[in-house]
């Protein structure tokens, strides 16, 4: 037997024998106020499987690739997991939900060709242990919008440029052969997520998330060059007469996340308190409808729309790291002068010291046949997201021709159709943050 074998299965049955103590004793091993009646029980006895990864859960951009320009490669096959509790959480649940994470590093890698991981807990979480969340409840945006408002115990980001690894752990993780809930399952992807439940032997020596957590909803997605026009034929929203852009890495036809329109990982980074190294996730559906973006618009048209009113093909062409604008451009003015307002222009005026402030890590998708971007957003504050996205509307642009949804930005191709607030905790403290008695 390995090491590394060895030592899993000697943690796993310290685990088994915890989890056995806590059935004996009766305690319900809450955080918050239950657990203090409760009298925590220490944390689960045995190592868990040891693997090297950056203390912070948001550190993927270290270990991904950059294109020549040196703007940064997304996965290129990407989940969102949104999950609720099983039971009441307890330290030893947490333990195994750890293992079972560490294990699938332990065999995947900590890169792109490998397996990413970071996971977010909403104020559910918070709520059920007793805690005050660091992250608001997410709301409705402008008044155009109504999007469903989800509450969310938690959020797994998982990444992988092999979307097979992305099944195997998902498989491994909440269970094999389980039965996808088809209204909650994603387009992508063969795991049986939406089983939730472990089955048998599949607590082994490698822990489970299944005693955890269950996953009501699976986004599935795929960034990269050419993937989108792989995707095109037969889904609503896209173009089923001409191709869409040579090598378009979004379904938009344009790359995102290029290196001067995007925040570093370090100004995302919670500074102090409690919850200091880590940040927080906004995540969003976004439905597409893009048959007049592409039928209606030539290149020009649509570089304005999703650049600024100024920009030309040839800029986007040429300036490979991104367009930096003006915090302080007077979006009126722009629009009295063009008649148009870009997409980038308008998220700028939400600058901060000249940098934007959100971190994008959004992709496409097909889920449920339509196009859409799942859209991910990672910030210090909610704060940041909520002033970005309001920046976004451009509302003191409109007049003349440009209204909240036309000539504005690529409002007029988009709608919101559901919203999220996380914590993304540092590394330490991705599995159950605060709640007492457990810590990894
Ligand atoms: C359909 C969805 C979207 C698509 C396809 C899209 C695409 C793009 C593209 C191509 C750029 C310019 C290049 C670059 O990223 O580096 C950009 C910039 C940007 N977008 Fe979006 N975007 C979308 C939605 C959003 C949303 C919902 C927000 C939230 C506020 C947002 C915020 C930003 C910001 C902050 C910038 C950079 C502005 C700056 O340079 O300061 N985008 N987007």
């Given at each position: 037997m390995s090491v590394t074998r060895r030592r899993l299965v000697g943690a796993a049955a310290a685990a088994t024998g915890v989890a056995a103590a806590t059935a004996v004793g009766g305690s319900r091993l809450l955080g918050g106020d239950d657990g203090a009646r409760a009298g925590v029980a220490t944390r689960p006895r045995g190592a868990l499987p040891r693997v090297v990864r950056p203390s912070r859960q948001h550190g993927w951009n270290a270990s991904l690739d950059r294109d020549r320009a040196g703007n940064v490669l997304p996965p290129r096959h990407q989940r969102l997991l949104l999950c609720e509790l099983v039971d009441d959480p307890t330290p030893d649940a947490a333990w195994r939900a750890e293992a079972a994470l560490r294990h699938v590093e332990r065999r995947t890698g900590g890169d792109h060709r490998g397996l990413l991981i970071a996971i977010g807990w909403g104020p559910a979480w918070f709520r059920r242990i007793g805690v005050r969340s660091p992250v608001p409840a997410a709301v409705a945006l402008n008044d155009a919008e109504v999007p469903r408002l989800d509450d969310p115990v938690c959020v797994l980001h998982v990444g992988s440029d092999d979307p097979e690894?992305?099944?195997?752990a998902e498989r491994e993780w909440f269970g094999r052969g389980g039965d996808v809930d088809p209204a909650a399952a994603g387009g992508g992807g063969t795991a049986g997520a939406g089983a939730g439940h472990p089955a048998a032997g599949d607590d082994g020596a490698h822990g489970t998330l299944g005693h955890l957590l269950r996953v009501t909803e699976r986004r599935t997605g795929f960034v990269g060059d050419g993937l989108p026009e792989e995707h095109r034929t037969g889904t609503a929203g896209l173009p089923q007469?001409?191709?869409?852009?040579?090598?378009?890495?979004?379904?938009?036809?344009?790359?995102?996340?290029?290196?001067?329109?995007?925040?570093?990982?370090?100004?995302?980074?919670?500074?102090?308190?409690?919850?200091?190294?880590?940040?927080?996730?906004?995540?969003s559906s976004i439905a597409l409808a893009l048959d007049s973006w592409y039928r209606s618009l030539d290149d020009r048209g649509r570089v304005q729309r999703m650049f600024g009113a100024t920009t030309t093909p040839r800029d986007v062409a040429r300036r490979r790291r991104g367009i930096r604008f003006d915090a302080d451009a007077d979006l009126a003015a722009v629009q009295r002068r063009h008649g148009v307002v870009g997409h980038a222009e308008a998220a700028a005026t939400a600058r901060r010291d000249g940098d934007p402030v959100i971190l994008r890590r959004d992709f496409n998708s097909v889920d449920r046949g339509g196009a859409r971007v799942h859209f991910v957003a990672l910030q210090a504050s909610i704060d940041d997201f909520v002033a970005t996205r309001r920046a976004m509307d451009a509302r003191r642009a409109v007049g003349g021709v440009v209204g909240v949804h036309v000539n504005n930005g690529i409002t007029e191709w988009m709608t919101v159709e559901s919203r999220a607030n996380l914590l993304v905790p540092s590394r330490a403290d991705r599995i159950c943050p605060g709640l007492r008695g457990w810590s990894a």
């Open positions: 690894i992305l099944d195997r007469d001409r191709p869409l852009p040579e090598g378009a890495p979004m379904f938009m036809g344009f790359q995102s996340g290029l290196r001067r329109n995007q925040a570093s990982e370090d100004d995302v980074t919670i500074a102090s308190g409690r919850w200091a190294g880590g940040t927080t996730m906004h995540v």
